[in-house]
């Protein structure tokens, strides 16, 4: 049974919604992503058009980081004072971000952007997080258990207006959350992301916290800011889908829920090499279709109708 999507003015099969909503929320609870690097591209790949893609994937990641947060809530394992920083520049940067999505679709450049975007970010950052996840294993498995710091100090933890988040025992500058959240809020408005596989490791390798405390806490910053996105995104260039979110919520609140008790079962580094081999493999499959020679070099139409 096929429904009808008036936004993206196309018909999808309602069973192929539930089972995308599910399995992006699967992974949401899982690696503590809000699942819009994987949402929007699956939703391009049938057939919806990116803007509505953007727009309506952080409708979808709204509602599964709710049951993703309350679920890492239950274990106590989100820093509600660094979900607050990382929200907070999170609304600046979603606020520009709005701003230039919609400069790009007056030019026409959004979908090509959009792309452009997903490839250079997933295939950077999947490829950081891959060796530095596999060099952390074999680094491990080479000196055998041991004590180890909390975290790395570095230049970045030399920056002024220190405050200290006692849930992830850290003592650090309010800009570096700030900022992050900020670089975070943009990409979210732009491409339709959480931003967690961006955020998931800068809040491990540069904020420092610890890896059982980042995942509540990224979806703790990705909810409020995917909620200000989605909003915007209506009001501003009306490309959010009510009918294709309610399908994908649907299944993505209940493969949250089942992500969050599996993902409790992995050892950190288990998950960071799991989510960068699969950041990867999204990015590579979207670098192939920009360079691969598309089945029509171009159509004859009407004018009007092409």
């Known amino acids: 049974m096929h429904v009808y999507l008036p936004i993206a003015e196309l018909s999808v099969n309602w069973f192929t919604l539930l089972v995308v909503g599910g399995g992006v929320g699967f992974l949401s ?51 509600v ?20 999505f919609t400069l790009l679709r007056q030019a026409g ?11 250079i970010f997933l295939g950077g950052v999947g490829g950081l997080m891959l060796f530095e996840s596999v060099r952390s294993w074999f680094r491990q498995a080479s000196v055998g258990v ?15 207006l220190k405050l ?28 339709g992301v959480g931003g967690g596989f ?24 990705t909810l409020f800011v995917a909620a200000n996105v989605t909003i915007l995104q209506s009001v501003t260039n009306q490309t959010v889908d009510v009918m294709l979110a ?7 609140v209940v493969g949250a829920q089942l992500g969050t008790r599996f993902g409790a079962r992995l050892r950190g580094e288990q998950l960071r090499i799991l989510l960068a081999l699969l950041v990867l493999g999204v990015g590579l499959k979207l670098f192939f279709d920009l360079v691969t020679t598309p089945d029509d070099f171009y159509s004859l139409a009407p004018e009007g109708q092409g």
């Not at 309610?246 to 993505?252: A, D, K, P, R, S």
Request: aromatic share 8%.
């Open 109 to 119: 450049q959004v979908d090509l952007v959009i792309r452009l975007c997903f490839v």
């Open 29 to 79: 609870g899982l690696f503590g992503v809000g699942g819009g690097f994987l949402m929007t591209p699956l939703l391009i790949f049938l057939g919806v058009p990116a803007p509505v893609a953007v727009g309506t994937g952080a409708a979808q990641i709204l509602a599964s980081s709710v049951s993703g947060v309350l679920a890492h809530w239950r274990r106590q394992n989100v820093d």
């Open 198 to 221: 961006i955020l998931v490791p800068a809040m491990i390798y540069i904020l420092g916290m610890p890896t059982q405390m980042v995942v509540g806490t990224s979806l703790f910053q």
């Open 146 to 160: 041991r004590k180890r710091k909390l975290h790395e100090h570095h230049w970045l933890h030399g920056l002024p």
């Open 81 to 100: 004072q660094m979900g607050v920083a990382l929200t907070v520049g999170g609304f600046a940067g979603s606020a520009l971000g709005i701003w230039i």
């Open 246 to 252: 309610l399908m994908l919520i649907v299944g993505g």
């Open 164 to 191: 200290r988040f006692r849930r992830s025992k850290l003592y650090i500058s309010a800009l570096l959350p700030l900022t992050v959240g900020f670089a975070i809020g943009i990409l979210t408005a732009i491409m």
